[in-house]
């Protein structure tokens, strides 16, 4: 899809993290302190990213994953802002979601940091 075209769909703070690479401030969003069983789909494409049997209560102040539904992620290397960090993308459509981290306290070691902009829930039903 074309930039315009993104514009047009999401609302401006979900395209600032979306498509322009941006971070929510920490504790704000509206998935960190939410634990209800279902699915997080990615905020722009819909493509099923995260169940929420892998989310953990982090105190980072972003909704936390412990691991991703196989395929559906792309990792990449992200040397802005001076760090190495490894970025979380939707496969699908290629949207900017988060970071992902090795420090994670479940057993996968994974912390999967994510902005709650970035994505939608749908609850179990
Ligand atoms: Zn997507």
Redesign the pocket.
């Known amino acids: 899809m074309k930039d315009e075209n993104w514009k047009e769909k999401l609302a401006p703070e979900q395209y600032h993290v979306l498509r322009e690479k941006g971070t929510e401030a920490p504790f704000s969003g509206k998935f960190y302190q939410h634990f209800e069983d279902g699915m997080y789909h990615?905020g722009?494409?819909g493509?099923i990213l995260f169940s929420s049997e892998t989310k953990f209560d982090s105190d980072c102040g972003w909704p936390s994953f412990d691991s991703s539904i196989k395929g559906n992620i792309i990792l990449q290397e992200d040397t802005s802002h001076g760090m190495e960090r490894t970025e979380v993308l939707?496969s699908?459509?290629k949207?900017h979601l988060g970071h992902l981290f090795d420090d994670g306290p479940t057993k996968t070691g994974l912390r999967y940091c994510i902005n709650s902009l970035a994505l939608d829930f749908t609850p179990k039903k």
């Open positions: 990615c722009a494409c493509q939707c699908n459509c949207s």
